[in-house]
């Protein structure tokens, strides 16, 4: 466990003379390699893998950058799945690497279906390379990846999948779903860092990147150097000083999760988003969920269509100025004017976040003179939160 006083326990002696004051997060020792490692075996029991577990020292980009760059290049034929903006920067890596790349997209309203997945390897049997975001945060939705993981095996193409957003928040199986690539981040439904994040690689996987000349190789982005000089040498010797803050700060919010448990975190995030649906639809005053169906929503953080006379973006910055700590924010980029976010993952994944950022919608669109019913939103919340949540229990 990774209390403050641990922390505080290896930290240098100061000398008496010096100015310097101790502080928890200074005068750390080195990570040790076996303490990395012990971390990644960590991550991968969260995610319930028996492949090999990489942890990157930098943001999701990276990994998510590295894995494309790795495995695919002129000879790649992609089926690029765009559920939301992450979707379209990967084409664009895609292309980059100069695979041929077909993208599948589909309103940000809803999620993919396997149908689709299953209608592309159709129309191009060529394709040997899928990249699927699993929830997309931006956009409020989550795809059915064990259903599109069959259809995608059963074409033995390579499947990369983004599930940044929804480790914690829902499950993410890349063994059972037949993942090949599958990159998380610990800053969402994990409650944890921003600057370090992992990824499971399958055999084929690293089979495909050893046979591809345009992989990067000693490079910060390069996962065939974590290979052959980190795995293969059986984890004895790091390949550059980690992030040990970084690092620390993973092994504390996976332990935090044990802690809570995996299940209890992700009902957490269930009843959150189905709290602040059903909070929002009680509210009225025009604010509507931005994901038409319940099942295509993601738990991880729930998605609003502001009123078509009102900007959502001054309607967020107006609730906030109540309450500042709220985790409410517009749409990014062409959705700021349309979308607001409530953001209930991790530590806000709470009845209490929840009701807060309803109250203060609801407070900001009465001053706009729109109509709407705090109690009987108030009342909804309690209600969703209450039901069992969970995929399966929803419509019970
Ligand atoms: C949040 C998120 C990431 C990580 O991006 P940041 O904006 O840097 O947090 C990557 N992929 C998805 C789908 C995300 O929701």
């Known amino acids: 466990?990774?209390?403050?006083?641990?922390?505080?326990?290896?930290?240098?002696?100061?000398?008496?003379?010096?100015?310097?004051?101790?502080?928890p997060f200074l005068d750390l020792a080195p990570l040790?390699?076996?303490?990395?490692?012990?971390?990644?075996?960590?991550?991968?029991r969260l995610l319930g893998t028996g492949q090999d577990v990489v942890i990157m020292q930098g943001e999701a980009l990276l990994p998510l950058e590295g894995a494309i760059r790795a495995a695919a290049g002129p000879g790649t034929v992609a089926l690029n799945v765009v559920t939301g903006p992450y979707?379209?920067?990967?084409?664009?890596?895609?292309?980059?690497?100069?695979?041929?790349?077909?993208?599948?997209?589909?309103?940000?309203?809803?999620?993919?279906?396997?149908?689709?997945?299953?209608?592309?390897?159709?129309?191009?049997?060529?394709?040997?390379?899928?990249?699927?975001?699993?929830?997309?945060?931006?956009t409020g939705n989550t795809n059915p990846v064990a259903e599109i993981g069959e259809v995608v095996r059963a074409h033995g193409a390579l499947f990369y999948l983004d599930a940044v957003a929804s480790v914690g928040a829902e499950p993410v199986l890349p063994d059972a779903w037949g993942v090949d690539l599958c990159v998380i981040g610990a800053q969402k439904a994990m409650g944890g860092?921003?600057?370090?994040?992992?990824?499971?690689?399958?055999?084929?996987?690293?089979?495909?990147?050893?046979?591809?000349?345009?992989?990067?190789?000693?490079s910060y982005l390069s996962l065939l150097d974590w290979k052959e000089r980190w795995i293969d040498g059986g984890r004895k010797a790091l390949l550059h000083a980690p992030a040990q803050l970084e690092m620390l700060?993973?092994?504390?919010?996976?332990?935090?999760?044990?802690?809570?448990?995996?299940?209890?975190?992700?009902?957490?995030?269930?009843?959150?988003a189905a709290a602040t649906r059903a909070g929002a639809l009680a509210l009225g005053g025009g604010l509507e969920p931005y994901v038409y169906e319940a099942e295509d929503?993601?738990?991880?953080?729930?998605?609003?269509?502001?009123?078509?006379?009102?900007?959502?973006?001054?309607?967020?910055?107006?609730?906030?100025?109540?309450?500042?700590?709220?985790?409410?924010?517009?749409?990014?980029?062409?959705?700021?004017?349309?979308?607001?976010?409530?953001?209930?993952?991790?530590?806000?994944?709470?009845?209490?976040?929840?009701?807060?950022?309803?109250?203060?919608?609801?407070?900001?669109?009465?001053?706009?003179?729109?109509?709407?019913?705090?109690?009987a939103a108030r009342r909804a919340v309690e209600d969703a939160w209450d039901r069992p949540a969970g995929p399966d229990l929803s419509e019970a």
Request: hydrophobic letters at 45%; a negative charge.
């Open 1 to 23: 466990m990774v209390t403050l006083d641990s922390v505080r326990a290896v930290h240098l002696p100061v000398s008496e003379e010096s100015s310097t004051v101790t502080h």
């Open 32 to 44: 040790s390699a076996g303490r990395f490692a012990a971390i990644e075996d960590r991550v991968a």
């Open 87 to 138: 979707g379209q920067t990967f084409g664009n890596w895609l292309r980059d690497c100069g695979a041929t790349v077909h993208d599948l997209s589909v309103p940000f309203h809803t999620a993919v279906s396997a149908e689709r997945i299953r209608q592309a390897f159709t129309e191009h049997p060529e394709i040997d390379f899928v990249s699927l975001v699993h929830a997309e945060a931006a």
């Open 193 to 218: 860092p921003a600057g370090v994040s992992a990824v499971s690689v399958s055999e084929r996987a690293w089979a495909r990147m050893a046979a591809n000349p345009g992989a990067p190789r000693r």
């Open 249 to 272: 700060a993973l092994e504390a919010c996976v332990e935090r999760i044990e802690a809570e448990g995996l299940g209890t975190v992700m009902a957490r995030h269930a009843s959150a």
């Open 297 to 375: 929503a993601a738990p991880v953080a729930t998605t609003l269509r502001a009123p078509s006379d009102v900007d959502a973006s001054e309607l967020v910055a107006r609730a906030l100025e109540s309450d500042p700590a709220l985790p409410l924010a517009a749409g990014g980029g062409a959705l700021a004017a349309e979308m607001v976010r409530v953001n209930h993952y991790g530590p806000d994944a709470t009845r209490g976040a929840v009701q807060g950022c309803l109250a203060a919608l609801g407070a900001a669109l009465a001053e706009k003179g729109l109509k709407t019913d705090l109690e």
